[in-house]
């Protein structure tokens, strides 16, 4: 059963990437650009990338970041897709998803 969670409870984003391997360092900088833009937004709490360590990983990164609300991140993100030139000729594929949290180790 999970936690009640209450509605003003901080939202996780999780956003795994495919990348092609000649594309990693090309997809952190249009990472950064959008954490740049996007910490500056009302609403967010925090963010980090990741690596994998195996060269064959499916997802090669993995964005975790914390927002204040799923309204908060949507709004963010089309402010951001409305101002920032977003590469269009990508082969880079998006997974990404909101979450709550539900059990730590805590429990």
Known sequence: MAEENGPNDPVTLINAFEVPADQVDATVVFWENARDFLKEQPGYISTRLHQALAPDAKFQLINVAIWQSPEAFQAATRKMRETLQMPKERETVFHAA???V??????
Do not use: G
């Open 98 to 100: 909101l979450y709550r």
């Open 102 to 107: 539900i059990r730590t180790d805590e429990d």
